[in-house]
């Protein structure tokens, strides 16, 4: 069992960056592979980018690649997003999750962060 809490999120123009960050609170997740989702207002959750225990895997939503980048520190055990370019259709809250599938379907991630807010204004 793992526990998992988002930081990083905010308001911020567009143009700008944030990076957000997904640590374990207990337990650890270095043998997970860890996905980024998030929905806006009305909308579906929607994938976003996810990396596999290794690193050797990162995998990218289209809407986002090119502009994101995933990565983890095992050691510290956390796991980052880190956004350039945001655009206003980027607002949404973000999650993060565990599981022991890389994917980009969040059926398949057994846990679940509380999600951080990101806003970008137009």
């Known amino acids: 069992q793992v526990q998992l809490a988002e930081s990083g999120g905010g308001l911020v123009q567009t143009g700008g960056s944030l990076r957000l960050s997904c640590g374990a609170t207990s337990g650890s997740f270095n043998s997970y592979a860890i996905g980024w989702f998030r929905q806006a207002p009305g909308k579906e959750r929607e994938f976003v980018a996810a990396?596999?225990?290794?690193?050797?895997?990162?995998p990218y939503a289209d809407s986002v690649r090119g502009r994101f980048t995933i990565s983890r520190d095992n050691a510290k055990n956390m796991v980052y997003l880190q956004m350039n370019s945001l655009k206003p259709e980027d607002t949404g809250v973000y999650y993060c999750n565990a599981g022991y599938q890389l994917s980009d379907n969040y059926y398949t991630y057994d846990f679940w962060g509380q999600g951080t807010q990101v806003t970008v204004s137009s």
């Open positions: 990396i596999n225990w290794s690193s050797r895997d990162m």
